[in-house]
């Protein structure tokens, strides 16, 4: 007769995870202002999207896309496109 493995059981008396969750949710900012200077290392762009391929969806679909785009002059075209796009206010 073959075991069949049990899944790990989680163990909730240990809160290092949640702690560390805690810690980057109460240190979190909101930029508004951004240097154009500032170069982002490419190690940066796959961790940022490793954790949004993880972000969570319903059915667990995660039916999105994601477009990185690093050349200044094409980030300063989108953004003028969005804005001339942005609806100015509820109707």
């Known amino acids: ?3 069949v493995a049990s899944a790990p059981k989680n163990d909730f008396t240990d809160r290092t995870k949640y702690d560390a969750l805690m ?3 109460r240190n979190r900012i909101t930029t508004r202002a951004f240097d154009p200077n500032c170069v982002v290392p490419r190690e940066h ?3 940022i999207l490793e954790a949004a391929r993880h972000a969570p ?3 667990n679909a ?3 896309h994601f477009i990185v785009v690093t ?3 094409l980030k ?3 953004w003028n496109i969005s ?3 942005r609806p100015s206010g509820p109707s």
Do not use: L
Request: charged share 20%; proline share 4%; glycine share 4%.
């Open 71 to 73: 050349d200044q002059n």
């Open 76 to 78: 300063t075209r989108s």
């Open 57 to 59: 969806s319903g059915a």
């Open 62 to 64: 995660q039916p999105w």
């Open 83 to 85: 804005v001339k796009n």
């Open 1 to 3: 007769m073959s075991q």
């Open 23 to 25: 810690e980057v949710i």
């Open 45 to 47: 762009y796959d961790m």
